[in-house]
């Protein structure tokens, strides 16, 4: 899904993002940026790593359906598919994106 650079601009803080995939026993660390995700780097799940702002747990399969947009991440995140650790400010600001 495409969001004008406007809206970005309003909403979007960078931040610090982590998405842990547990049935592949891996995290994916990256920067969230008015550029999108940089900086994308996978560790093991037990390897040591600072807290990110923005923590995203997901499986394996729903992760593939909501790259190639074939799962809505707001359903996915409200039936618990996907379970995001986020302060509360963050929250509202992705909620105005969804």
Not at 58 to 87: H, K, P, Q, T, Y
Request: overall charge negative.
């Amino acid at each position: 899904m495409e969001v004008e650079e406007a809206d970005r601009r309003k909403h979007i803080e960078e931040r610090s993002v982590s998405v842990a995939v547990p049935d592949l026993a891996t995290v994916f660390d990256m920067r969230l940026t008015l550029n999108g995700l940089e900086n994308v780097t996978p560790r093991g799940t037990t390897a040591p790593a600072e807290r990110a702002q923005v923590r995203i747990t997901v499986s394996s399969d729903d992760l593939v359906e909501l790259a190639d947009d074939r799962m809505n991440f707001g359903r996915a995140l409200f039936s618990g598919r996907v379970r995001l650790d986020v302060s509360f400010s963050d929250l509202l600001r992705l909620r105005k994106l969804l």
